[in-house]
């Protein structure tokens, strides 16, 4: 569905960024995309909620069946970030959208136009696919995450609440009658 062959992207996500490249990340990233993983839930204080490997980041982001995409950000020729994302569908605009998993920049990197680039890019990707909107999640108390989405233009979603079934409640209600 995403028309991202890296000659395809457009260059006016990173020109402002001097040195800046972004492609697309292959099965060889997996253990960068897992570090980076790691740095981003240390930030969102979950260091421990982290359960994958560098095999299932491989298999599930590269692998047979793989329905997510991933991008890294490079200044020059350094690994500075990450972005997942993964297609979804509203059934009131009758159309997919592009969900944003992650957004990552480290941190001796934000403040830089990284992150506006990364999100540009992907809002570039969205309108491309024909999708209706891009959304993604951010934790209530991460004020900078919330200052910089809001300064592109989105806006919080507060009508409505997340839920999610995971491990074993998940298990527990799929083999419950």
Same mark, same amino acid.
């Given at each position: 569905?995403?028309?991202?062959?890296?000659?395809?992207?457009?260059?006016?996500?990173?020109?402002?960024?001097?040195?800046?490249?972004?492609?697309?990340?292959?099965?060889?990233?997996?253990?960068?995309?897992?570090?980076?993983?790691?740095?981003?839930?240390?930030?969102?204080?979950?260091?421990?909620?982290?359960?994958?490997?560098?095999?299932?980041?491989?298999?599930?982001?590269?692998?047979?069946?793989?329905?997510?995409?991933?991008?890294?950000?490079?200044?020059?020729? &350094?690994?500075?970030?990450?972005?997942?994302?993964?297609?979804?569908?509203?059934?009131?605009?009758?159309?997919?959208?592009?969900?944003? &998993?992650?957004?990552?920049?480290?941190?001796?990197?934000?403040?830089?136009?990284?992150?506006?680039?990364?999100?540009?890019?992907?809002?570039?990707?969205?309108?491309?696919?024909?999708?209706?909107?891009?959304?993604?999640?951010?934790?209530?108390?991460?004020?900078?995450?919330?200052?910089?989405?809001?300064?592109?233009?989105?806006?919080?979603?507060?009508?409505?609440?997340?839920?999610?079934?995971?491990?074993?409640?998940?298990?527990?209600?799929?083999?419950?009658?």
């Amino acid at each position: 569905m995403w028309p991202a062959p890296v000659a395809e992207w457009q260059a006016s996500a990173v020109d402002a960024v001097p040195g800046l490249r972004l492609r697309p990340a292959t099965a060889d990233d997996a253990a960068l995309i897992l570090r980076f993983i790691i740095e981003l839930a240390v930030y969102e204080k979950e260091p421990d909620a982290v359960v994958t490997d560098q095999a299932g980041i491989a298999d599930s982001l590269f692998g047979p069946g793989a329905s997510a995409r991933a991008l890294i950000a490079e200044l020059d020729g &350094e690994p500075v970030g990450y972005a997942v994302w993964f297609a979804n569908y509203s059934t009131w605009l009758g159309r997919n959208g592009l969900y944003l &998993e992650d957004l990552y920049v480290t941190p001796a990197m934000r403040g830089r136009g990284v992150g506006k680039a990364i999100l540009r890019h992907l809002a570039q990707l969205a309108v491309a696919s024909g999708c209706g909107r891009m959304e993604w999640s951010v934790l209530d108390w991460n004020t900078p995450a919330i200052a910089f989405y809001e300064s592109v233009g989105a806006r919080p979603q507060s009508e409505w609440t997340v839920f999610r079934l995971t491990g074993d409640a998940l298990g527990t209600f799929a083999s419950s009658r």
